[in-house]
């Protein structure tokens, strides 16, 4: 915003809006559902800008599953040592924990339609670059690039979202958005392990890689019809990371502190759940991938109908459940003897993505515009890079014994859980 004094302009960040209280928020509750086709639209969240959304995320979802997971199997076939794989999985840990901020800037600053056609470039040069050199070495210097696209666009999806919606729609579509993403996870490696089965490791990951390179050529021509609001392309304030952070909400603080703990409950056991389910529990590999199905499908399955509970009934009780579900996973994992206790383990696994509708939907709105982009870029590099510690604590832990890692995953998850609680409650206390 421009004041003037005297003969000079001033640049002015606009003053932050009110703080969120929940109680106004429930005012605004969506309509009674109904049969028509265009209230069935209204209820999904799909608008132009969201429904484009939504493809370019089946696209570029479709373009990474069909071979990424293929790619440790794909670098020891190229000759890769085992510290070069290593190296591959601390990138991958260290892109998705970094290149969220720099992505919140680049949104700001271009606009949604400009970041988004940009990040999808910055992927498809590293795609490029896999094929033009097939050597371990190259897929290391081409991760920084084709492993950029989730880690970015992170911030343009969730800016997107507060921009093109209500308030009171927030949860529904990040709700439908989350579905949408896990169908390329569920079909997805399935045709890719296939064309490694029919053609080989290298040759088939490398026909993943050139049908990649298509579908974000298509993905780029989608995301060149998103339409720009007004608060998109308004002059935005340029925050260090410092400010951004300064800047935080309270309640976003509040929610930052209490989901760092519950990410440490989520990485403490995460390398290891694999290792105790083949190794002490005795299920072999396609019993494990059923497992992650399980886990896959119950998440899909209660994503909207909680995204859109969510926004009728406000965030914090759905935020709180999946808190719950988080601490709860690694102790359900203790009483696992079994495929059958594994099911139920891996069941609740997946009911940890019960409430990340109503947690994502208010980050969105406690990072209100101008810069919105950067605010969530700024909360997940805190909250990944310092939950990326968890990896080494949970190492420590399983030295002593896996029992030790779930049950150490397990207390910091139900410390995250009963300080978002307690902070609550003492704000609502404040607030009556």
Same mark, same amino acid.
């Given at each position: 915003?421009?004041?003037?004094?005297? =003969?000079?302009?001033?640049?002015?960040i606009?003053?932050?809006?009110?703080?969120?209280?929940?109680r106004?928020?429930?005012?605004?509750?969506?309509?009674?559902?109904s049969?028509?086709?265009?209230?069935?639209?209204? #209820?999904?969240?799909?608008?132009?800008?969201?429904?484009?959304?939504?493809?370019?995320?089946?696209?570029?979802?479709?373009?990474?599953?069909?071979?990424?997971?293929?790619?440790?199997?794909?670098?020891?076939?190229?000759?890769?040592?085992?510290?070069?794989?290593?190296?591959f999985?601390?990138?991958? *840990?260290?892109?998705?924990?970094?290149?969220?901020?720099? %992505?919140? $800037?680049?949104?700001?600053?271009?606009?949604?339609r400009?970041?988004?056609?940009?990040?999808?470039?910055?992927?498809?040069?590293?795609?490029?670059?896999?094929?033009?050199?097939?050597?371990?070495?190259?897929?290391?210097?081409?991760s920084?690039?084709?492993?950029?696209?989730?880690s970015?666009?992170l911030p343009?999806? #969730?800016?997107?979202?507060?921009?093109?919606?209500?308030?009171?729609?927030?949860?529904?579509?990040i709700?439908?958005?989350?579905?949408?993403?896990?169908?390329?996870?569920?079909?997805?490696?399935?045709?890719?392990?296939?064309?490694?089965?029919?053609?080989?490791?290298?040759?088939?990951?490398?026909?993943? $890689?050139?049908?990649?390179?298509?579908?974000? $050529?298509?993905?780029?021509?989608?995301?060149?019809q998103?339409?720009?609001?007004q608060?998109?392309?308004? /002059?935005?304030?340029?925050?260090?990371?410092?400010?951004?952070?300064?800047?935080f909400?309270?309640?976003?603080?509040r929610?930052?502190?209490?989901? /760092?703990?519950?990410?440490?409950?989520e990485?403490?056991?995460?390398?290891?759940?694999?290792?105790?389910s083949?190794?002490?529990?005795?299920?072999? @590999?396609?019993q494990?991938?059923?497992? *992650? %199905?399980?886990?896959?499908?119950?998440?899909?399955?209660?994503?909207?109908?909680?995204?859109?509970?969510?926004?009728?009934?406000?965030?914090?009780?759905?935020?709180?459940?999946?808190? /719950?579900?988080?601490?709860?996973?690694?102790?359900?994992?203790?009483?696992?003897?079994?495929?059958?206790g594994?099911?139920? @383990?891996?069941?609740?696994?997946?009911?940890?993505?019960?409430?990340?509708?109503?947690?994502?939907?208010?980050? $969105?709105?406690?990072?209100?515009?101008?810069?919105?982009?950067? *605010?969530?870029?700024?909360?997940?590099?805190?909250? =990944?890079?310092?939950?990326?510690?968890?990896?080494?604590?949970?190492?420590?832990?399983?030295?002593?014994?896996?029992?030790?890692?779930?049950?150490?995953?397990?207390?910091?998850?139900?410390?995250?859980?009963?300080?978002? /609680?307690?902070?609550?409650?003492?704000?609502?206390?404040?607030c009556?």
């Amino acid at each position: 915003m421009l004041s003037s004094s005297g =003969d000079h302009w001033n640049f002015r960040i606009p003053p932050i809006p009110p703080r969120y209280n929940h109680r106004s928020f429930l005012r605004s509750r969506p309509k009674p559902l109904s049969n028509s086709p265009k209230a069935t639209i209204e #209820f999904f969240a799909l608008n132009r800008n969201i429904s484009i959304l939504l493809a370019a995320l089946v696209g570029m979802g479709f373009a990474e599953e069909l071979w990424m997971r293929f790619l440790p199997k794909y670098l020891e076939t190229l000759g890769a040592a085992v510290w070069a794989i290593g190296l591959f999985d601390a990138i991958k *840990t260290w892109i998705g924990a970094v290149y969220a901020y720099p %992505g919140g $800037i680049v949104t700001d600053r271009w606009g949604h339609r400009r970041a988004l056609c940009f990040f999808t470039l910055v992927s498809l040069a590293g795609y490029m670059l896999l094929l033009l050199i097939p050597h371990w070495a190259g897929v290391l210097a081409a991760s920084f690039l084709f492993l950029a696209w989730s880690s970015l666009s992170l911030p343009a999806t #969730f800016s997107l979202v507060g921009s093109s919606l209500a308030a009171n729609k927030y949860a529904m579509g990040i709700g439908v958005q989350a579905t949408v993403k896990r169908v390329p996870i569920i079909i997805a490696p399935l045709a890719g392990g296939m064309l490694i089965d029919h053609y080989g490791v290298v040759e088939g990951t490398r026909i993943g $890689i050139g049908v990649a390179v298509l579908l974000a $050529i298509l993905t780029l021509g989608l995301q060149r019809q998103i339409r720009e609001s007004q608060s998109s392309t308004a /002059i935005r304030p340029r925050l260090t990371f410092r400010t951004s952070v300064q800047n935080f909400d309270p309640a976003l603080r509040r929610l930052l502190l209490s989901d /760092i703990l519950v990410r440490f409950c989520e990485r403490i056991p995460y390398a290891w759940v694999v290792l105790y389910s083949m190794n002490e529990v005795g299920v072999n @590999a396609t019993q494990f991938g059923l497992l *992650t %199905g399980i886990e896959m499908v119950t998440a899909m399955v209660c994503l909207i109908p909680v995204a859109y509970l969510s926004d009728k009934y406000g965030r914090e009780p759905f935020i709180v459940a999946t808190f /719950i579900f988080f601490t709860l996973f690694p102790i359900s994992m203790l009483f696992a003897n079994g495929f059958g206790g594994l099911v139920v @383990a891996f069941t609740i696994r997946g009911l940890k993505e019960f409430g990340e509708p109503a947690r994502k939907s208010l980050i $969105i709105q406690l990072a209100p515009e101008p810069a919105r982009g950067q *605010t969530v870029g700024a909360y997940y590099l805190v909250r =990944d890079c310092l939950a990326t510690l968890a990896a080494f604590l949970g190492a420590a832990l399983w030295q002593f014994s896996p029992q030790a890692n779930f049950v150490g995953a397990a207390v910091v998850g139900a410390a995250g859980t009963s300080l978002y /609680i307690w902070t609550q409650h003492r704000h609502d206390r404040r607030c009556s």
